[in-house]
């Protein structure tokens, strides 16, 4: 029988015996979760028991393709890793360019399952059927880019390849991964589960062919939002990628700034890109089949290596957490930053959230320049770029700092709880909720914690009325972004934009299925009351569906100026209600027997 979109196996692979295993994935379950985070959800449900250790040989680690990787669909050279988190300890999702969900395909499989630890540093090699697994002790303590290059020079021609650096390896809490030299798997401590089971990275290469079942679907959508974007000559995405969102989210009023203490940064001219075609470009590094080509690079000296140049392909999210929201305003400090923190492995939202608190915790009395080694002010780059090795190295108060923001306020206290800028342990994306309606309610009730990719209300007004009547539209939104997710394709596909009738379009063409847009809608449901499961299963609440005390202070300048997240406790406490009800869920944020049954739940969740 000819297999349409999804290969429908699973490479189990256990670093602990050194043996593999494929296990056939069932039509069932691939229509149920089509693949990326919709697919790990339900195997990261049903292979994890309640409590596992998330840096211990039992935490699984899937890395998933959907339908489309390997197909002629657009912005589809991209691919996605499920876990537990050893920052939060619940449910993590991250999605990642570069061409390692291509060459998994196309070697036979959606997914890679990787559980158990190796007893020394390896690297795992998959090449169609065959499976090794390569001594990496001369790779173990070299940053991404090094290991990278060194792989590419040991192995076949067009692999993909991807690694951590030595912030996975001494299981920094805030490590992630690093696709070809440029995409990260940032948020939530993914490069820490690598590091755990001693797990360099991987290396892919593959050789079969995917069918569409009807690829005239797919090149026709491919062709239309070629033309469309094509058109947008104007367009700044385009020349500066996501950079060029520095200037847009100052006028919102959603920048952060110092340690969140705004949400307007008065030096944020001297980040926007466009004010620096001096400096020289880069590669590009965009993702393999990507109409877009956002990731762009700047020419900059290696921060460790002086005369040494490198190339930096800082994005809007870094600008914001390693510039504004560390008082930053030297657009070159926050390319190198940028280039340590990939290197060394570091998510840079949660480094640059960290190490504004540290900074907002100094200039407050809280830590001590003894206690630190040095001063740690805001708007002091080399500071920064100090602490940040100091975070990945685990020395002095960096050890304090690699647990992530929450826990390094627990463990430092003497106040400093009400400056740690996090949900549920995840450290706030660069959109400060102050500057648009409801957005505070995604930050509380993202399964991830604080993520900006769980979904915006369809809104441009400011927190100054009532947020129940937008979260209906909260919803719509994540459950076509959690489709986005699970086929695997780019969030900047919004861009063109590509509508949620041509995405349900390109899963039936690939597929051969027949989704519509009510089917698509149970499917987000099921997949949000699965990770909401998940997580309760982990010892979530209600209480936990919270925001923290900066975004509750009235903004003092901007055009948020007198904006706090909500106008009131009473409005969030409502607009949580009604975003529960929406969900089928109880007013205790749980969801009722009869909507797990309803979403066709009930043979995998026995008990709630």
């Known amino acids: 029988m000819t297999t349409f979109g999804w290969n429908r196996k699973i490479l189990w692979i256990d670093l602990t015996s050194k043996k593999t295993e494929i296990e056939e994935l069932s039509e069932e379950i691939l229509e149920k979760y089509i693949g990326g985070k919709g697919l790990g959800a339900y195997l990261l449900y049903r292979q994890l028991e309640a409590g596992v250790d998330p840096l211990s040989p039992q935490n699984t680690l899937f890395f998933l393709t959907g339908p489309l990787q390997g197909l002629p669909a657009p912005n589809v050279g991209r691919w996605s890793v499920v876990t537990k988190s050893p920052l939060t300890g619940l449910f993590i999702d991250s999605h990642c360019g570069g061409p390692l969900g291509r060459e998994i395909k196309k070697s036979g499989y959606d997914v890679v399952a990787i559980k158990g630890k190796s007893e020394i540093p390896v690297v795992v090699v998959i090449n169609d059927e065959r499976i090794e697994f390569e001594d990496a002790k001369d790779l173990w303590g070299v940053g991404t880019q090094d290991s990278t290059k060194m792989l590419h020079a040991r192995h076949v021609e067009g692999s993909a390849v991807y690694v951590i650096g030595p912030a996975g390896e001494n299981l920094v809490l805030t490590a992630t991964g ?5 995409h ?20 892919v290469r593959g050789t079969k062919k995917i069918v569409a079942s009807n ?25 500066y990628g996501t950079g060029c969102l520095v200037e847009f989210s100052n006028e919102r009023g959603q920048f952060p700034t110092r340690n969140w203490s705004n949400s307007y940064f008065d ?11 001096d400096l020289a470009k880069g590669a590009h590094l965009s993702c393999p089949h990507c109409i877009m080509r956002c990731t762009h690079a700047y020419r900059i000296e290696d921060p460790s290596n002086p005369g040494v140049e490198v190339e930096s ?62 001063p740690l002010r805001f708007g002091d780059g080399e500071a920064a770029l100090k602490i940040m090795r100091m975070i990945a190295f685990k ?136 990770t909401r499961l998940f997580n309760i299963r982990e010892g ?52 009722t027997r009869e909507t797990i049954i309803d979403l066709g739940l009930d043979s995998l969740v026995k008990d709630t």
């Open 178 to 182: 690093c696709c070809e030299l440029a």
């Open 184 to 203: 990260q798997t940032g948020r939530g401590g993914i490069g820490a589960v690598l590091g755990s089971k001693k797990l360099k990275g991987l290396v």
């Open 215 to 239: 690829p005239d679907i797919l090149r026709e959508t491919n062709k239309t939002v070629a033309n469309i974007w094509k058109a947008k000559t104007d367009d700044d995405f385009r020349y």
């Open 267 to 277: 030096g944020y001219e001297s980040l926007n890109p466009e004010k620096h075609q």
């Open 313 to 374: 392909t800082t994005e809007y999210e870094t600008f914001g957490l390693c510039g504004g929201n560390l008082g930053i305003s030297d657009f070159e400090s926050v390319l190198r930053l940028n280039f340590l923190a990939d290197d060394l492995g570091l998510d840079t939202i949660s480094a640059g959230s960290t190490i504004g608190f540290a900074m907002d915790a100094f200039e407050n009395g809280i830590l001590s320049e003894e206690e630190i080694g040095f």
């Open 395 to 530: 020395e002095g108060i960096g050890a304090t700092l690699a647990k992530g923001t929450r826990s390094a306020a627990n463990e430092i206290g003497k106040g400093s709880e009400s400056l740690a800028v996090h949900v549920k342990g995840l450290e706030t994306a660069a959109w400060d909720p102050r500057g648009k309606l409801g957005l505070g309610l995604s930050y509380a009730t993202a399964d991830v914690g604080a993520s900006h990719l769980r979904g915006w209300p369809q809104t441009t007004d400011k927190p100054d009325k009532s947020a129940v009547n937008v979260v209906r539209s909260m919803v719509i939104e994540r459950d076509t972004k959690t489709l986005t997710d699970s086929m695997v394709i780019c969030h900047f596909t919004w861009h063109f934009p590509l509508s949620r009738e041509q995405k349900i379009a390109l899963v039936n063409g690939a597929t051969g299925k027949v989704y519509d847009d009510e089917e698509i809608s149970k499917f987000g449901q099921r997949v949000e009351t699965l």
């Open 540 to 591: 979530i609440t209600r209480q936990d569906d919270i925001l923290p005390p900066k975004f509750w202070h009235a903004e003092t300048v901007g055009s948020s100026k007198g904006m706090k997240a909500f106008i009131d406790q009473d409005d969030f406490e409502k607009s949580l209600n009604e975003y529960y009800a929406l969900r089928g869920w109880g007013l205790d944020g749980v969801p």
